[in-house]
Structure formats: C-alpha cells, structure tokens
C-alpha cells in the first residue's frame, strides 16, 4: 500500500509539473504578446500623422511586409474608376465627422499613373446613399491625389454574413476578392487598400473620409496574470495537500 501510495504520489507531482509549465508558458507567452502589442501601438502612433511616402507599385509586392507596414502613410496619383466602386457594411459607432451608424465603406479602384490599380477606401456614406446616383458630386473625375494609410486585407469575422458581389455588399476587406468581382485583372491590383484621409470639404458632402479606427485591444496584461495566478494557485493547492497528507500520515 505504502508503494502504491508512493507512486500515487510521483504521478501527482508529475502531472502538476506538466500543468503549472503549461501554465506559467502561457502567462510568458501573454507577456510577449503584450510587449509585441505596445510596440505596435508606439509605432502607429508616431507614423499615422508622418509624411506620406508614394504607395508600393508591383515591383515592390512580392517583398511587401503588410503587417510592418499597415497605417503607413502613403500618396498615389491617378484616377477613380467611380464605376466599380464597392461597398463594405460598417457601422460607424465614433465618427470623426458628422454622419454616423450603419452604412457603408465605398471602396473605389484607382488606377495610378503607373497603370496599376489600388483600392482606396473613400469613407462612410449611410445606407440611403449607397447607390452613386444619390451622390454624384463626390464622384471625383479626373487625374487626383489621395493621401492615406496603407491597410491590410482583412476578412469578414467568422460570424458576420458572407459576401454578396451580386448585391455589392460585403463584409470582407480583400482587393483580390474585389478585383475578381469587377472584372480587374488580379496581377495589376495592388494586395493593400488605401483609406484615404479626412478631405475637410468634400464634393457632395460624401463619402466621410479619415474614418480609420487607430484602435488596437490590449488584454494581454489581464490575461497574464490570470495565467500566472492559475499557476500559483495549482502551487497552494498542491502545497495544501501535502501538508494534509503529512499530518493524516
């Protein structure tokens, strides 16, 4: 009995070894975390208000670093192709500007002076407005400038609808996906959206631009020490038996 005990023992102490490393990894893990999201923030908020640097043309694709690079500043010279443009659902909970709730993300393609095309992100306009009939003063014709923040593909979250090109609303944020809707060829559309900046008086009015949430999430500290703390309390637990078992023996 004394060796089964023993045994018994061994296995405990060995499987509360295995749990309070995985533990303590995890919290480790959460405090990289924590660090890589702070050097995030530190950089997008010295850059988002920079000089603006001429936006990465194909030769420069293939290397393109989309997560380094993301809210760069960028400028492109060319022209909207107004007659693709697509439309994101959003819901503009803290606008910058006067117009608010749910609408729509008008993404135009821009085909720059280089003959290469890139999404830009032209801002909000409400659910009234998505057809460009309602707003053709914004309709910007002619050889233009936008400034912006160079972004990132993102697909639509796990539980929002799927894409719908035939209706031309969409949750995702992906060029390709747009350009292949549009009929653009795929090999010259830039693989990053431009949203462009805050124009302080727009043609019509619309669309709302300098609507990028320079947001990022920050849990990583909390979930830290409640990984560490599980760790602890596995070490008084384990702790607490012994000494029981002690004083029973």
Not at 30 to 43: G, T
Not at 102 to 124: A, C, H, K, Q, S
Not at 232 to 242: D, E, G, M, P, R
Request: glycine share 10%; proline share 8%.
């Amino acid at each position: 009995m004394r060796t089964f005990a023993t045994r018994r023992f061994l296995v405990l102490i060995i499987l509360a070894a295995a749990a309070f490393a995985v533990l303590v990894s995890l919290g480790v893990w959460q405090v990289a975390r924590l660090q890589w999201k702070e050097a995030l923030v530190a950089r997008v908020e010295a850059r988002v208000d920079g000089e603006s640097v001429p936006a990465s043309g194909p030769d420069a694709w293939p290397a393109l670093d989309l997560t380094e690079d993301e809210y760069l500043p960028v400028t492109l010279v060319g022209h909207f192709v107004n007659d693709k443009e697509i439309h994101v659902v959003f819901t503009l909970t803290e606008p910058k500007g006067p117009l608010g709730g749910l609408g729509y993300m008008v993404m135009t393609p821009f085909e720059t002076d280089g003959g290469w095309i890139v999404y830009v992100n032209r801002g909000f306009v409400p659910r009234d407005r998505k057809d460009a009939g309602t707003r053709r003063e914004g309709q910007i014709e002619g050889e233009t400038t936008v400034t912006g923040l160079l972004r990132a593909p993102h697909q639509s979250a796990w539980f929002a609808p799927g894409d719908d090109p035939d209706r031309n609303e969409w949750f995702s944020r992906d060029p390709r996906a747009f350009a292949q809707a549009s009929g653009l060829p795929l090999e010259g559309v830039a693989p990053y959206i431009v949203d462009a900046r805050a124009d302080p008086a727009p043609p019509g009015g619309i669309p709302q631009g300098g609507e990028t949430p320079i947001t990022f999430p920050n849990n990583h500290l909390q979930y830290a020490l409640t990984w560490f703390g599980l760790a602890a309390a596995l070490v008084a637990v384990l702790v607490a038996y012994i000494v029981r078992q002690r004083r029973g023996g």
